[in-house]
């Protein structure tokens, strides 16, 4: 079947050529520098700027992003990490790869994100770092968190990938707690080709996170900490520095083709929509129904049709082979919304007459 509108679709202009192109033809690549080519610094100031944070910190990608924070953090083999099992497996493939363990935390079916009640209970003498992910665009409560761990020492590390853009009282995602890790995959909303970063308030953990991005360096092959070649290229930033300009467009074009499903879809009873908390502004990521009926029936009907109805996550990550040996937990939230969650396309390229079409055709699946 083609899927003539997908989940999700990168838009780049002739200004992101342009800049793409003049970097290649200067042979202006990639730098080893501590503080990262003009480009990257370019775009480390803009997203700042956008956040209302002190710093951001650009690496290669989302997972590079978690990892580079983990181990500014000092997270390492020993320790534990709560984090939700409904996300993407990058979350805690991150902590494994610092050889710390993830403890895996139920979900809120009210917006996907972690359970404050469950993580009351998970956090030990051995917690190191909570990662909140903000699913979907909805905005975990970052405050909550925090008033868990309470004095201890623990790090909170939000998992932003998702949710550029959304904003809760006025604060953006991604700066409400220590470090805030952000993805500019091709799926986001906006994108660098590969690409992440992360978003600190503390200017000297900023410091620390560009020496780990360059192999724990400041000045010449000085490693002073363990680093890893997590730097972003100079051409990728300067797409990004291009797609920033044009976020707040994005966010509202996603916004109002938010408002339109819900808007028709609001009164049947074979959805349940999440719903926007006041204060609240969520990006749109993906604007994702928990169906009532048959999931995989209703899917299968938009994908005939050629739309890119997609379910993220199921399974979720503590029954995915590799964790589930180390996990061994029931997470029955998680495991629900796994089976019943489907993913809308609500990107920019999404028409009113796509909506129109996609909505009665799960209106014709509410009476089969």
Do not use: W
């Not at 100031?45 to 910190?57: E, F, Q, S």
Request: net charge neutral; charged share 25%; proline share 4%.
């Amino acid at each position: 079947m083609e899927i003539r509108v997908p989940i999700n679709k990168p838009f780049f202009g002739e200004e992101e050529a342009r800049e793409a192109s003049q970097l290649i033809i200067r042979g202006s690549l990639t730098s080893s520098a501590t503080e990262g080519g003009s480009k990257v610094r370019e775009f480390e100031a803009a997203l700042a700027a956008y956040l209302h944070c002190k710093d951001v910190v650009a690496v290669n990608s989302g997972t590079s992003a978690l990892l580079a924070a983990l181990m500014a953090a000092g997270v390492s083999a020993g320790d534990e990490v709560i984090i939700p099992s409904f996300t993407f497996a990058a979350t805690a493939n991150a902590v494994r790869a610092v050889g710390a363990k993830p403890v895996f935390v139920d979900i809120d079916l009210e917006n996907y994100t972690l359970d404050l009640r469950d993580l009351k209970g998970k956090v030990t003498d051995h917690t190191k770092a909570v990662i909140p992910v903000h699913l979907y665009g909805h905005i975990a409560d970052v405050e909550g968190v925090k008033d868990v761990i309470g004095a201890r020492p623990i790090a909170v590390i939000e998992d932003a990938a998702q949710s550029l853009g959304s904003i809760r009282q006025g604060i953006h995602s991604g700066v409400m707690g220590d470090m805030g890790c952000f993805s500019f995959y091709p799926s986001k909303v906006i994108s660098t080709g590969e690409g992440g970063a992360v978003a600190v308030n503390d200017v000297e953990l900023g410091k620390r996170l560009r020496m780990i991005r360059n192999h724990g360096m400041v000045r010449g092959y000085d490693t002073t900490i363990l680093g890893l070649n997590l730097r972003l290229p100079e051409m990728e930033a300067a797409i990004g520095v291009e797609q920033l300009k044009r976020l707040e467009g994005f966010i509202s074009s996603r916004r109002k083709n938010a408002k339109k499903f819900t808007e028709d879809l609001f009164m049947l009873k074979s959805i349940r929509l999440a719903q926007e908390p006041e204060g609240d502004r969520r990006n749109q990521y993906l604007y994702t129904v928990y169906v009532q009926g048959n999931r995989d029936r209703l899917m299968k009907r938009l994908r005939e049709r050629g739309y890119g109805a997609t379910v993220y996550y199921n399974p979720p990550v503590h029954l995915t082979p590799y964790y589930m040996p180390m996990a061994r937990t029931s997470l029955p939230a998680t495991e629900d919304a796994a089976a019943h969650v489907l993913s809308l396309p609500v990107h920019p390229f999404v028409t009113e007459s796509d909506i129109d079409e996609m909505v009665s055709l799960i209106k014709t699946d509410e009476k089969a």
